[in-house]
């Protein structure tokens, strides 16, 4: 099962180490649906070509396009400056879906109160991050995800580093937090 907390805020801890408050302070799926619109659904990562699951999630959800990516030192050109990047707080005017396929990392991610959210994504994990939310990833200590790119149509992967609080995606996700994402 997905594990999900409140993570402190000491930018000089490791980006790469779990950041749990004291005392932890974990929570659900559910309470991350509504404090972050946040989606999670659980693939078999071995077997998702045949097992069907993974198809209906993306024709229910219009996903056409994927591609894959492998992040580690040995398989990442320039890899140190490509995990800052994606340790630097954006949105995307598009949703975000990674499926990952092997390894673990975290996505940290903003909830209603602008508090972070460390999510441990690991193999059979599928995360749907909606468009507009402030959101950052890094690997975990073991320096190694490797994933699967979901996309509606061409890829489109700009992001809009914070403050983007005019870009017409937050408004539209500020609109969805404001009903609990329901």
Known sequence: MVKIWY????????????????????????????????????IDADNYESDGKLAVIRKERNYTYSDFLECSPKTLP????????????????????RFVLDGSG????????????????????????PAGIYHRFTLDNN?????????????????????????PSRATYLEKAAHKFE
Not at 8 to 26: G, I, M, T, V, W
Not at 78 to 97: G, P, S
Not at 113 to 125: A, H, M, S
Request: proline share 4%; net charge negative.
């Open 78 to 97: 320039d890899y140190c400056d490509k995990i800052k990047m994606f340790f630097k707080e954006h949105l995307h005017a598009d949703e975000e879906i």
């Open 106 to 129: 975290f996505f940290d991610v903003r909830d209603t109160d602008d508090k972070w959210i460390r999510i441990l994504v690991e193999k059979g994990d599928l995360i749907v991050l």
């Open 143 to 167: 320096d190694y995800i490797r994933v699967m790119r979901l996309f509606v149509g061409e890829p489109v992967w700009t992001p809009i580093n914070r403050p983007a609080d005019e870009h």
């Open 7 to 42: 993570m402190n805020e000491n930018d000089e801890e490791d980006q790469r180490s779990e950041r749990h408050l004291k005392p932890a302070h974990y929570i659900d799926l559910q309470e991350l649906k509504q404090k972050t619109g946040v989606e999670y659904f659980a």
